[in-house]
């Protein structure tokens, strides 16, 4: 509009076809209404005739029901013309009938709308989109940063915009765009958890380099959180002594990283704050106390890069005539054995040459020099470098063994000749341990011998002279009947174990008469018995096994073993295993070196396979099968993870979208008012801090699981419950001293009651209130625990009061099933899986065997996490990785868990030729021990190979895989069977010691 031209709003004129008293747009109205109307009374008509027809015959709709939208007109064309297996449109009309009416096409339209606004009607656009950028975070924050700007520019509710711009903030962080992800922090406005913001804050205030304004904020966070017991408490802490360190505040440092090391003695990085402090002191004029912290980090981490910055700080003091700490030679010693434990292997041998060398100066022959000997010997079997440590043993034989044990020095002199192969010098040794110790002992120990290193017949030989003539028969010497070929009495020895023994035992011991009737020419009797086992025992590991060796008796398979001379030949002369009524000439392996190159379809990581051609020859042999596992069946090379968005239903892909957003607000209207922690955690889930959010949860799924046991359906009356877990403890810690995050003294209660008596009438009121509320709380915490992916306590809740289903997982049980045996924490187990090769269902059996979903967890042997790596491991897998930031409770973080777990299997898998079970017994038993194993009896079939391993834990721990492996095949993909095969290969690679 130009000036002095009128404003037809001014002048009461409008556009036609604008104003609503225009005849054209009456007619219009009209006209819509006449077609709405029309169209609701033909939806109401054709749903009317649709439930008629199903009363009376329980009939489909003639029509696809899952059609896409199409015009009228177009109709006709939209339906399929023939037989097609889609399921969607399996009911497609038959050949004929009429196509749909008018009434039944608006039919179909209403339908696919009412399931279109059922699936959204309750997410808005904006929330929708900011879901997708919450879980483009991690593989594309670019995405994500375009995904939130456009919600931003809409315009969001105060709860929705907060989220946007957190998000926001940490796609930018994590794009290095570190201006624009304050400016989106600080714009987050309240929160459920303002702590966690302000760490955010203050990590990018680090990276821009405002350190003054990073030690004020990280200051007043310390003295906020000081008595709280927020988990955000500890990383505070560590970050106020980031941000003194980049400021240059080398006093408040000093202080503040004193009182951290004693607040936190198993810190997860002292290197680095040792280092600091060593700074701090050099920077203060302080010469002695900046040595003192420098000489921590060389002689305590010489293998992080700290120790290099420490090593040369140190020569500078030292130039200037800085006394430095002097260490005795017994503290020597103890340096070196600790890092021969933690298998620094280089790093050790190094040390203890040196310090053999100053032991022979100053004290010279002895003793102590044989010690160090002997150290030396261990450091260098446990690097494989055998030849060396025979070299050390000698050296200490050649000085009469003075101050050692002569037990000690023969039993390690067997062991290194039984890994050079030299075992007729072996036997000799163990000869000269057992001098003058009675006929039944030496006995013993050859029979052991023998037996670990697969001579079984000389093995048997020496058993036999320790039993009497009308002693039972027991498991381990029956065995060794059947390892020594005497299939008939170790068929007849297993049968009578079995008839006295408990239900527990019974498929092991049925398992194994079938095999010795196997090798005694009986596969009729056999496959009864194994035919027994897998229908009794389905899902047992020997249930397996027996369904396995169906069927090779259907190829008339039978892998077994042969004796070995004293000399280590075999009868043919050649180092191997073979078949007591076949040579290895008669198996035809060439046909599975085609098949199993790779693993499988996903696993590109190549193994070689057997050598030898491939035959036509129908009439000749199957081919006896690596000791693999075949993903597709015995000839199948495809790999169940290809399969693993289908198997029947995805019920963790609901927890992955926005739809598992549903369940965390329900609960969060249910239990936050009883619960607080829930608020935070559905937060912190919503702007992808999904590790920090489960933390959170944890306070309230962990009182509400004790309230629940302690209330023992009676109601609270006089007092309320006093629950006596402690601030940040390990949910799981079976260590014999129990201790918080980082070692801290647990001298808090977690949920205290407090002492004055109005605190406890309200906490009496409380728990009153969760009682009643007591199922509904627990219906609504594991749906909410389920998106947080706490499956931990999803499984305890389930497998107590929640109807977890204990009936086989047939395909109307499978969903029940899948509640306690999850796909757990998928984005990470899958990408992890295809970086290292890694079959995902192996990943899963390992996490429910080793912790049982549960992140906190903690072992006897310390290991620790959702894959129990134990922190020596975890600190040689890091330096591998290129990680100098490891510290041992980072294995807590579910995302370095599964990494590391996923890297370390993949090696697992390299090193012992794809051969799952062998890596199975390495993940728990040691890579080096299977070695060891395989050296001595890799000619076993595979199933014999289990049964032989001497240690109880990775035996069982091996077979428990297997087992929960074939159970989540069941679940998921309906195929509950694993087949094995049973042809070893003996070899292995030199890629990983630990």
């Excluded at 997860?268 to 980090?297: C, F, I, K, S, Y």
């Excluded at 039944?440 to 037996?451: C, D, I």
């Excluded at 670990?452 to 039972?472: D, I, P, S, T, V």
């Excluded at 069946?633 to 927890?655: C, F, K, M, N, R």
Aim: proline residues 5%; aromatic residues 10%; negative net charge.
């Amino acid at each position: 509009m130009t000036l002095g031209e009128p404003d037809s709003a001014s002048t009461g004129e409008a556009e036609p076809g604008v104003r609503s008293g225009h005849p054209s747009s009456r007619r219009q109205r009209r006209l819509v209404l006449i077609l709405s109307c029309l169209c609701l009374f033909l939806a109401f008509c054709v749903l009317a005739a649709w439930v008629g027809r199903t009363m009376r015959g329980g009939q489909e709709p003639p029509w696809p029901v899952s059609l896409a939208i199409a015009p009228a007109d177009s109709f006709s064309a939209s339906l399929p013309t023939e037989p097609t297996s889609v399921p969607e449109v399996a009911q497609a009309e038959p050949e004929g009938e009429q196509l749909p009416t008018c009434a039944e096409r608006a039919g179909m339209l209403l339908h696919h709308a009412v399931r279109e606004a059922r699936s959204y009607a309750h997410l808005d656009r904006g929330r929708r989109t900011l879901t997708e950028a919450r879980l483009r975070l991690r593989s594309d924050p670019q995405a994500a940063v375009s995904l939130v700007q456009r919600v931003l520019e809409v315009g969001q509710s105060p709860e929705s915009s907060s989220q946007a711009y957190w998000i926001l903030g940490s796609a930018l962080m994590a794009l290095e765009e570190y201006e624009g992800s304050l400016q989106a922090f600080l714009q987050v406005g309240e929160t459920a958890v303002p702590d966690y913001l302000e760490l955010r804050i203050i990590e990018v205030l680090l990276a821009l380099g405002e350190r003054a304004e990073a030690v004020r904020r990280a200051h007043e966070l310390v003295d906020s959180l000081r008595d709280s017991s927020s988990p955000a408490v500890h990383s505070a802490r560590e970050l106020y002594l980031t941000a003194l360190f980049t400021a240059g505040r080398w006093r408040a440092l000093v202080r503040e990283g004193l009182d951290f090391l004693e607040r936190y003695p198993d810190y997860r990085r002292p290197d680095r704050l040792r280092l600091w402090l060593g700074l701090a002191e050099l920077n203060l004029g302080r010469w002695e106390e900046a040595a003192d912290h420098l000489d921590q980090v060389v002689w305590n981490y010489p293998y992080r890069p700290a120790a290099h910055q420490a090593w040369w700080a140190m020569q500078v003091l030292r130039g200037a005539g800085v006394r430095m700490p002097a260490h005795s030679l017994s503290d020597r010693m103890d340096r070196a054995l600790a890092l021969r434990i933690n298998k620094h292997w280089e790093i050790a041998g190094a040390a203890l040459q040196d310090l053999l060398a100053d032991v022979l100066s100053l004290e010279g022959e002895g003793s102590f020099a044989n010690q160090v000997r002997m150290e030396m010997w261990r450091n260098s079997y446990g690097a494989g470098d055998f030849t060396r440590a025979l070299i050390d043993l000698e050296e200490v034989l050649d000085r009469q063994m003075e101050g050692m044990r002569p037990d000690t020095v023969y039993s390690a002199l067997a062991d290194t000749y039984a890994r050079l192969g030299r075992f007729e010098e072996g036997v000799e040794a163990l000869r000269a341990r057992n001098q003058g110790r009675s006929r039944s002992h030496l006995h013993s120990e050859l029979s052991r011998y023998y037996r670990e290193n697969g001579f079984y017949r000389q093995a048997l030989e020496h058993a036999e002279q320790l039993r009497g003539a009308r002693q039972r028969p027991d498991w381990d010497h029956t065995l060794l009947l059947f390892l020594a070929g005497q299939t008939d009495q170790a068929a007849e020895g297993f049968r009578l174990l079995a008839e006295r023994a408990g239900s527990v035992s019974q498929p092991r011991l049925r398992y194994w008469q079938a095999r010795a009737l196997m090798g005694s020419g009986e596969p009729t009797r056999a496959g009864e018995l194994f035919d027994e086992i897998r229908t009794r025992w389905p899902l047992d590991y020997y249930g397996l096994q027996a369904d396995n060796r169906l069927y090779e008796l259907t190829f008339h398979q039978e892998p077994s073993v042969v004796w070995r001379e004293e000399n280590g030949d075999s009868p043919d002369g050649e180092r191997t295993g073979g078949l007591p009524h076949a040579t290895l000439e008669e198996l035809a392996t060439s046909l599975v070196r085609h098949l199993n190159l790779r693993l499988t379809g996903f696993v590109r990581r190549e193994f070689p396979g057997p050598a030898g051609e491939v035959t036509n020859d129908e009439e000749s042999r199957a081919p006896d099968f690596p000791a693999r596992i075949h993903w597709d069946g015995p000839l199948g090379v495809a790999d169940s993870y290809l399969t693993y968005q289908a198997g029947g239903h995805a019920i963790e892909g609901a927890y992955l979208s926005w739809r598992g957003e549903e369940a965390l607000d329900a609960l969060s209207e249910r239990a936050a008012g009883l619960f607080p922690a829930l608020a935070r955690a559905r937060f912190l889930y919503l702007v992808g801090e999904s590790h920090e959010a489960q933390l959170e949860s944890r306070e309230a799924s962990i009182e509400f699981y004790a309230l629940n046991r302690s209330f023992r359906q009676r109601r609270p009356s006089r007092s309320p419950v006093q629950l006596d877990y402690h601030r940040f403890e390990h949910l799981v810690d079976r260590r014999s001293v129990s201790a918080g995050l980082w070692g801290i003294a647990l001298d808090r209660l977690r949920y205290d009651i407090g002492q004055r008596r109005a605190a406890q009438q309200e906490m009496l009121a409380r728990q009153q209130a969760i009682y009643d509320q007591r199922f509904d709380l627990q219906e609504g915490l594991v749906d909410g625990l389920m998106v947080l992916q706490d499956h931990h306590m999803v499984r305890r809740f389930t497998t107590t009061r929640l109807g977890w289903d204990t009936s086989p997982p047939e395909p109307d049980q499978r969903e029940s099933w899948s509640v306690s045996y999850p796909r757990a924490y998928p984005e990470l187990v899958v990408e992890h899986s295809e970086r290292y090769g890694v079959n995902p269902y192996i990943i899963w059996s390992l996490m429910v065997v080793e912790s049982s979903f549960n992140p906190d967890a903690v072992s006897r042997s310390d290991a620790r996490g959702l894959l129990q790596v134990i922190p020596k491991t975890g600190e040689l897998i890091a330096q591998r990785m290129g990680r100098v930031d490891f510290g041992p409770d980072d294995l807590f973080d579910p995302e370095v868990a599964i990494e590391f777990g996923c890297y370390y299997f993949g090696e697992l898998m390299t090193k012992f030729s794809g051969q799952e079970l062998l890596a199975f017994a390495g993940y728990n038993g040691g890579p080096h021990n299977v070695a060891r194993w395989l050296e001595g009896w890799g000619d076993l079939p595979m199933d014999a190979f289990i049964e032989m391993i001497p240690r109880q834990q990775p035996r069982e721990y091996t077979k428990k895989v297997l087992r929960h492996l074939a159970l989540y095949r069941q679940i998921y993909l309906g195929e509950g069977s694993v087949f094995v095969g049973q042809q070893v290969d003996p070899h292995y690679r030199d890629n990983i010691h630990f």
